[in-house]
Structures are given as C-alpha cells and as structure tokens.
C-alpha cells in the first residue's frame, strides 16, 4: 500500500524560505510521477508544481513560478519543494500527491495523496 508523508511545514514571515519534503513508502517511488498542491481555508486545492519520474518535466503554476522549485532524489526516495520568498497568499496545507505513468497538474488523476503540512506566512 503506498502512503505519503510530508514533512517540512510552519509558520515564517513573508520574505523567509522554507523547504517542504515527502516520502513514499510501498512501491517504487521512480515509478511515480510526484506533485505539490496546496489548499487554503475556503478555497478549493490548487496546483503548485508537479515533476515526472525522471525529472524532466516539472510544470509550476504561474503564482509561484520564480519563487518554487519541485524537485525529486529517486536514490533517497523523497520530494522537494523549495519554497523561497514566501507570501502570505501562500498560507495553505501543502499535499503531496504521487500517480503512475504521465505527469499530470490535475488533481484528481493523482491516486494517492500525504496528509498534509500546514504552510503559515505572516506579513
């Protein structure tokens, strides 16, 4: 059975950085293609940034775009989101999301979803 778990979330002040993790357990993690998204209080989950198996294709949204770099270790099994000049727009609870075959910005083709890690901006 494959499960997510984030790690990496907390409360820091506009301008600051921080750097989001998660690993898989159950299978094999280069099998998945790996995703970030993000939901704020009231609002539905958005796409942050998503990244094949092989690291060749990483769409990331436009509000984060220049700010946010996903990026994975297949050796170690884990998945990055380095997150720099954070916003208060970008207080949310951070997903990961993992999927087989194609890469995908659409939440609901990705199969098996982390709890969550609660990101806090403060201004």
């Known amino acids: 059975q494959v499960q997510l778990r984030e790690f990496g979330g907390g409360l820091v002040q506009a301008g600051d950085s921080l750097r989001l993790s998660c690993t898989l357990s159950?299978?094999?993690?280069?099998?998945?293609?790996m995703g970030w998204f993000r939901q704020a209080p009231g609002k539905e989950r958005e796409f942050v940034a998503v990244?094949?198996?092989?690291?060749?294709?990483?769409p990331t949204a436009d509000s984060v775009k220049g700010r946010f770099t996903i990026s994975r270790d297949n050796a170690k099994r884990m998945l990055y989101l380095q997150m720099n000049n954070l916003k208060p727009e970008d207080t949310a609870r951070y997903y990961c999301?993992?999927?087989?075959?194609?890469?995908?910005?659409?939440?609901?083709?990705?199969?098996?979803w982390g709890q969550g890690t609660q990101v806090t901006v403060s201004s």
């Open positions: 990244i094949s198996q092989s690291s060749d294709d990483t």
């Open positions: 999301a993992a999927k087989l075959l194609l890469t995908t910005t659409l939440a609901k083709r990705y199969s098996y």
């Open positions: 159950g299978d094999t993690f280069n099998n998945y293609a």
